[in-house]
C-alpha cells in the first residue's frame, strides 16, 4: 500500500462517523469533461469504501466557473488550477484544498474504419484539416480549454479562415461523437474524451510542437456543508489507486 493510498484511508478514517447510513452524504462534484470518466472509474471504490454517494456534473471549465460564481452549491470541483484560483479569489474554493490531480494532451480522432489522415508533423495536420469536409472541435466561446487553444493555433498555422468555414463547433460535451455521428470528418479534443466514445479511434496527438498539455486539479467548495466527504474524495483523485485509472483513460499524473 502506497503513501498516497494510506492518506486516502485516514481521510475515510477521519470521517468514520459517516459511514452510518443516516449520516452517509451525497458529494457534489462538478468536473470538466476531460476529467469526467477518471471521476466515473473511481466512484463506485469511493461509493463502496466510503458509504457516501457521488452526484457529477460535467460542463466546459469555462462554463462551471460562470455556474459557480452565479452561485451552484458543489462541494468538489475539478478545473484547470487557473480556474481554481479564480473561484479562491471569488471566496469560492478553499485555497488551502487545491491539488493538482492529472494532466492531458489534445489528440485528433475519426470515426472507426475511416482512413486515418497524416498528423505525423505540423505541415501534416495542417493539410490534413485543410482537406478534410467537417472539422469538430470544442466551440471556443464555450469556454473550452481545448477550443480556446485550437482557434489560437489555427491563426498561427494561417489557416483560420478556411476551418472556420468547415468548422462543427461543439459547444461542450464530446467532440468525437460528431465524427462518429458522420457530422465530420475529423475531431480534434482531449485525448481522454476521445477516449470515451465508442466508435471514435484515436488517431494520434498533436504534434509535440504544436501540443498543449492541459493540467486539471481538485478543490472544495468553501462554502461545502461536506468537508470531511469532500476531503475524502479528493484525497481519492491524487491517490494511487487514480494513477491506474488516468493511464487508462488516457491521461498523465501532473
Not at 209 to 217: H, S
Request: charged share 20%; proline share 5%; with cysteine.
Amino acid at each position: 500500500m502506497n503513501v498516497t493510498k494510506n492518506a486516502w484511508i485516514a481521510a475515510l478514517a477521519i470521517t468514520a462517523s459517516c459511514l452510518h447510513p443516516a449520516h452517509a452524504e451525497e458529494v457534489k462534484v462538478l468536473t470538466a469533461g476531460a476529467f469526467k470518466p477518471v471521476v466515473a472509474l473511481l466512484a463506485p471504490e469511493f461509493e463502496k469504501e466510503s458509504g457516501h454517494t457521488l452526484r457529477v456534473e460535467n460542463d466546459t471549465a469555462g462554463a462551471l466557473v460562470r455556474r459557480i460564481k452565479d452561485g451552484e452549491a458543489f462541494d468538489v470541483a475539478v478545473l484547470t488550477p487557473e480556474a481554481l484560483i479564480q473561484l479562491t479569489q471569488a471566496g469560492k474554493i478553499t485555497a488551502d484544498s487545491i491539488v493538482k490531480l492529472a494532466r492531458v494532451s489534445i489528440g485528433v480522432a475519426i470515426r472507426l474504419g475511416q482512413p486515418a489522415p497524416d498528423i505525423s508533423t505540423v505541415d501534416a495536420f495542417r493539410k490534413s484539416l485543410l482537406d478534410a469536409p467537417k472539422v469538430a472541435y470544442i466551440d471556443p466561446a464555450a469556454g473550452g480549454s481545448s477550443g480556446i487553444y485550437l482557434a489560437k493555433l489555427f491563426d498561427r498555422l494561417g489557416i483560420a479562415a478556411q476551418v472556420r468555414d468547415k468548422a462543427v463547433l461543439v459547444p461542450g460535451g464530446l467532440v468525437a461523437q460528431r465524427v462518429v455521428s458522420g457530422e465530420a470528418d475529423i475531431g480534434i479534443h482531449q485525448i481522454s474524451e476521445i477516449l470515451a466514445v465508442p466508435g471514435a479511434v484515436l488517431v494520434g496527438p498533436l504534434p509535440a510542437d504544436i501540443q498543449n498539455e492541459t493540467v486539471y486539479a481538485g478543490g472544495i467548495g468553501a462554502a461545502s456543508g461536506k468537508q470531511s466527504a469532500a476531503k475524502a474524495f479528493l484525497t481519492l483523485l491524487g491517490s494511487g489507486s487514480a494513477k491506474s485509472a488516468l493511464k487508462s483513460k488516457g491521461m498523465d499524473a501532473p
